[in-house]
C-alpha cells in the first residue's frame, strides 16, 4: 500500500469507498471469488498441469498467442468485481472523527508539482536534483504505474488537478510503455510494482471495468513477458527477467539463488489475472512455485524459511531466518494468497483471496517419502498459523524494562551454502528488527480475526491462538511507534535492540539509555545506512488495519504524527522543487543537510 493511500483514506472525511479501496489495492482483490471452476479443475489435476503454460511460454516468444478460452468456461453469473469482505464494508462508527483532512491535501501538491515537472516517464525519481534514472532500457514507468491507483483515489474527491495527472498518466501508459523496449529488470519489484499497479488501476476503473481497459493489456502483455522467468527445474522465478528477450536470469552475486521473500511474493497478481482474463497460465506459473517451497520445508522442526532458495534443485540455502529484507514478505503473503488444492501448498493470506470460500486454502500437508514415491509420513496443518507459532516461539522477544515486543533474527555463522540443510540451534540471535517487519503487527491483526469480527473483537470470538496473535500484533505496533522516538520523530531502517536489564554486561542497556533501542553507528559524524528514514509506510500500513479493526482513535492519531513528522523532515519546499526527500539519520534534525536525494515509488 502507498503510504499517501493510507493516509488520504485515514485523514478524509469523504466516503469510506477510498479507505476499502486502499486495502484493495494493497491486496490485489484480497477477497476475490474463487478462480473460475473450469481453470480450478485443471490446475487440481496436480503435476501435469503446469505443462500447459510452457506450450503458451513458447508461442510467446514467438509472437503467437493460443486462445485459452476455448478449454476455459467462464460463469455468466460471475462478479466482475471483486469485494471486500467482512467488517471493511461497515458504516461509519460514531466516535471515529479523523484528522482535518483539509491539510492533508492541500499539502499533497508538494508531490503533484514535483511529479508532473521532474519525473513524469522515469522509473526513479530524485527531488534535489529535480531528475529521474530509468531502471532498464526505455523503463517500465516505476513512477506512474506504481502511483496510478494514488491518483485515482484522490481524484474521486473531485480535485481536478489530481484528474487531469490522472488523465496524463493513463495517456502515457497507453502511448508511451512499451514493455518491448526494455531490458533486464527485477522479477519481484517490476510484479509488485508495475504489474500490480496495472491491475490495481484496472480494478479502481468504471464499475464493471472494460474487459478491454488500457490498464489490463498492459498488464497482459507484461505478465507474458515474464512468463519465462518460472521456466526452471522447480518452478521457482529467477531474479531477474529481460522482458525485451523475453527471458530470465538468475542472481550470480548470490550464487544464482533467489530471495524467498521476492519468489513468494508474486502470486496475488498473476493469480487474479488468471481471473480476470480466464487465461490459467498466470496461475499455473506461480503454483508450482508454491509446490516447491512447500517441498522445501522441513517437518520437523520450526516452520521459518531461510532467505535464500534454489531454483536449480529447490532447497533451501543455509542463510539467515528473519523477517526483515528477502524474508518479509514470504510471512505477509502467508494471510493473503489461494491455492488450489492439497497437492499444492497453501496459505492463509491466500485464503482470504477467495472470499473464505475454500478452508483448503488455510492447511498445509508435507509429505515425506520412505520406502517408495507413496506419501507418507508428517502431516503439518494451517500452515499460517503454524508460521505464526514458530514466530513467536522462536522470534518474538522482550525488551528488559519497558517488555517492548520485538523481532529477532537467527544468523547464519557461516556463508550461506547450498550442501547443508539449516539448523536454527546452532545459529546466532541477533536483537535487530528492521522497519520492513512492521507490516507483522497489522498482519497479525488481521489473521486473528480475518475482518470479520465486531469492532473492536470480543474475546470469546477468537480461538486462543487469535488472541495471542491479536494481542502480539498491537504490542508490536506499540514497539514500531517506539522506534518513532527520535530527534525526527522518524523510526530508522534498522533498530537493535538490549536484551539484557542496564548494567548487566554486554548487550546491556546503559542506565542513561531512555530507549530501549539503539541504531548501529549513531554516534557517528556519517551514521550507516541502518540510520536512514526512506519514507517507508510499513508502520502506517498496520496502524491503519490496526485502526480499521479497532476503531481506537490512538492508532490514527499516531499516523498522523508520523504524516507530521514527514511533512516537518523529509518535505521539499515547493521554492526549492517540491517532492519528498529520504534523511540519513532519523536522530539528528539537521533539515536540509541530511536530505537524501530519492523519492521512493512506494511513497506515492
Not at 478462480?35 to 503458451?56: A, C, L, R
Not at 467488517?87 to 492533508?104: C, I, V
Not at 551454502?417 to 497479525?444: I, M, N, R, T
Not at 545506512?529 to 498496520?542: Q, V
Request: charge should be neutral.
Amino acid at each position: 500500500m502507498d503510504m499517501t493511500e493510507v493516509l488520504a483514506s485515514n485523514t478524509s472525511n469523504e466516503d469510506d469507498r477510498r479507505g476499502h479501496a486502499n486495502l484493495f489495492s494493497l491486496a490485489l482483490a484480497v477477497s476475490s471469488v474463487a478462480f473460475v471452476e473450469g481453470s480450478k479443475t485443471m490446475i487440481d489435476s496436480g503435476e501435469d498441469f503446469p505443462q500447459m503454460y510452457k506450450s503458451h511460454v513458447s508461442a510467446l516468444q514467438a509472437d503467437k498467442r493460443p486462445c485459452w478460452f476455448s478449454v476455459i468456461k467462464v460463469s455468466d453469473t460471475e462478479p466482475r468485481e471483486p469485494k471486500i469482505p467482512g467488517r471493511f464494508n461497515r458504516p461509519k462508527t460514531k466516535g471515529q472523527a479523523s484528522p482535518s483532512g483539509d491539510e492533508d491535501w492541500k499539502k499533497r501538491g508538494a508531490i503533484v508539482d514535483a511529479f508532473k515537472r521532474d519525473a513524469f516517464g522515469y522509473d526513479e525519481y530524485y527531488p534535489l536534483s529535480h531528475t529521474g534514472s530509468y531502471l532498464s532500457g526505455a523503463g517500465v514507468g516505476y513512477s506512474i504505474v506504481d502511483s496510478i491507483d494514488t491518483m485515482m483515489l484522490m481524484k474521486a474527491t473531485g480535485d481536478r488537478e489530481i484528474d487531469g495527472m490522472y488523465n496524463r498518466a493513463k495517456k502515457w501508459i497507453d502511448k508511451k510503455l512499451d514493455f518491448s523496449q526494455v531490458g533486464q529488470v527485477n522479477t519481484f519489484e517490476t510484479t509488485i510494482r508495475v504489474l500490480g499497479g496495472l491491475l490495481s488501476a484496472h480494478a479502481l476503473s468504471a464499475s464493471p471495468p472494460p474487459e478491454t481497459s488500457i490498464f489490463l493489456k498492459k498488464a497482459i502483455d507484461l505478465a507474458d513477458r515474464m512468463l519465462p522467468t518460472f521456466i526452471t527445474a522447480t518452478g521457482i522465478p529467477l531474479s531477474s527477467t529481460d522482458l525485451k528477450e523475453k527471458t530470465g536470469y538468475a542472481d550470480m552475486s548470490n550464487g544464482g539463488a533467489a530471495s524467498t521473500a521476492e519468489a513468494t511474493t508474486l502470486q496475488l497478481e498473476f493469480r487474479y489475472l488468471s481471473h480476470l482474463t480466464g487465461i490459467p497460465d498466470y496461475w499455473a506459473a506461480v503454483v508450482k512455485t508454491n509446490r516447491a517451497v512447500r517441498h522445501a520445508l522441513l517437518p520437523e522442526g520450526p516452520a521459518l524459511v531461510p532467505i535464500f532458495i534454489s531454483p536449480r534443485d529447490g532447497r533451501f540455502v543455509s542463510s539467515d531466518i528473519r523477517l526483515g529484507s528477502r524474508g518479509d514478505s514470504y510471512y505477509e503473503y502467508l494471510l493473503l494468497l489461494p491455492i488450489p488444492n492439497l497437492a499444492i501448498v497453501n496459505y492463509r493470506k491466500q485464503y482470504l483471496q477467495t472470499n473464505r470460500t475454500e478452508d483448503i486454502y488455510r492447511i498445509f500437508r508435507a509429505y515425506r517419502s520412505t520406502k517408495s514415491t507413496l506419501a507418507v509420513g508428517v502431516f503439518r496443518e494451517k500452515m499460517y498459523d503454524n508460521a505464526m507459532d514458530s514466530i513467536h516461539e522462536h522470534l518474538l522477544k522482550r525488551s528488559p524494562s519497558r517488555k517492548l515486543l520485538y523481532t529477532s533474527e537467527f544468523h547464519n555463522v557461516r556463508w550461506p551454502s547450498y550442501d547443508e540443510q539449516p539448523d536454527v540451534a546452532s545459529w546466532h540471535v541477533e536483537h535487530k528488527q528492521d522497519h520492513l517487519v512492521c507490516f507483522l503487527g497489522g498482519s497479525l491483526m488481521l489473521g486473528a480475526t480475518e475482518a470479520h469480527t465486531s469492532i473492536p473483537p470480543k474475546a470469546r470470538d477468537l480461538t486462543r491462538a487469535a488472541i495471542r496473535d491479536w494481542n502480539s500484533g498491537q504490542d508490536l505496533i506499540e514497539t514500531c511507534m517506539a522506534t518513532h522516538e527520535t530527534a525526527t520523530g522518524l523510526s530508522p531502517e534498522i533498530a537493535m535492540f538490549f536484551d539484557k536489564p542496564p548494567t548487566s554486561g554486554p548487550g546491556s542497556a546503559p542506565t542513561s539509555l531512555k530507549r530501549e533501542w539503539y541504531i548501529k553507528g549513531e554516534n557517528r559524524n556519517y551514521p550507516l545506512l541502518d540510520a536512514r528514514y526512506i519514507l517507508r509506510p510499513e508502520t502506517i500500513e498496520s496502524l491503519f488495519i490496526a485502526y480499521r479493526l479497532t476503531g481506537d482513535k490512538k492508532y490514527r492519531s499516531a499516523g498522523w504524527k508520523i504524516f507530521s513528522a514527514i511533512e516537518k523532515h523529509c518535505k521539499i519546499p515547493t521554492n526549492k522543487g517540491g517532492g519528498y526527500a529520504s534523511i540519513r539519520n532519523v536522530d539528528n534534525a539537521e533539515g536540509e543537510a541530511g536530505w537524501v536525494d530519492k523519492m521512493e515509488t512506494f511513497f506515492i
